[in-house]
């Protein structure tokens, strides 16, 4: 079984950058996997923010960027703000069809 | 303006039934895959079934597989999610998102607001 990790949580000042990534249980993530990043505010839909590794959605801040770094694909935030705080996740899709959803990290900005 | 509509949740009891439907508009919803992705209670984001825009494709996570059926109707502009043997597992929020798996680029572009199901007895 696939399982995507992230990390739990997180934490930025104001200002500052942050990097989230999101890998494989067992293997590398690559742009195969068309990476994509999503972020949630309690009570609230999900939000696309990055799509096949680093392909901003409209509308979304040019300080969210995405890439992949080492063995693993990456949400990095520059010039983090106190409404960045939220849950970010990251899905890959598999060559099966079926998509994976990583288990969110918690991005807390103080 | 693209928005999905997400009907149908509510209480039901283990082993029971539910039918959730998601009413798109803003698009030429026949030209799209669609997904249904749930969240329990605070707990993250897990995918659920997708479908081909045509229909003829359908995707099941192994959770729901043989219990849920996934299905649409482009004249109606309308996604289903059929649930039968719904365990307390299955409580969740469940949204309704529209897929775009054009070659070179596979995501979840918009989504909807989402309906709550409750298995409880």
């Known amino acids: 079984q696939t399982v995507v990790t992230q990390e739990p949580s997180f934490s930025v000042s104001p200002g500052g950058t942050v990097t989230l990534t999101c890998g494989l249980s067992?293997?590398?993530?690559?742009?195969?996997?068309?990476p994509s990043w999503y972020q949630q505010t309690p009570g609230q839909a999900p939000r696309t923010l990055i799509y096949?590794?680093?392909t901003r959605s409209s509308g979304v801040p040019d300080r969210f960027s995405g890439s992949i770094l080492g063995n693993k694909a990456a949400l990095t935030i520059t010039g983090a703000q106190a409404d960045d705080e939220s849950d970010y996740y990251c899905v890959l899709y598999m060559t099966t069809g079926i998509s994976v959803f990583g288990g969110g990290t918690k991005l807390t900005v103080l | 303006e693209v928005q999905l509509l997400e009907s149908g949740g509510g209480l039901v009891q283990p082993g029971g039934s539910l039918r959730l439907s998601c009413a798109a508009s803003?698009?030429?919803?026949?030209?799209?895959?669609m997904s249904w992705v749930r969240q329990a209670p605070g707990k993250g984001l897990e995918w659920v079934s997708s479908i081909s825009g045509n229909g003829g494709t359908t995707y099941h996570a192994d959770s729901v597989k043989g219990r849920f059926t996934i299905s649409r109707d482009n004249s109606k502009n309308t996604l289903y999610l059929q649930m039968n043997s719904l365990r307390a597992e299955d409580t969740a929020v469940y949204y309704c998102?529209?897929?775009?798996?054009?070659?070179?680029?596979?995501?979840?572009?918009?989504w909807g607001q989402g309906t709550l199901v409750i298995v409880s007895s």
């Open positions: 998102a529209k897929r775009i798996t054009a070659t070179g680029t596979k995501y979840f572009d918009c």
């Open positions: 067992s293997g590398s993530v690559s742009t195969s996997y068309y």
């Open positions: 803003g698009f030429t919803f026949s030209s799209y895959a």
């Open positions: 096949s590794t680093n």
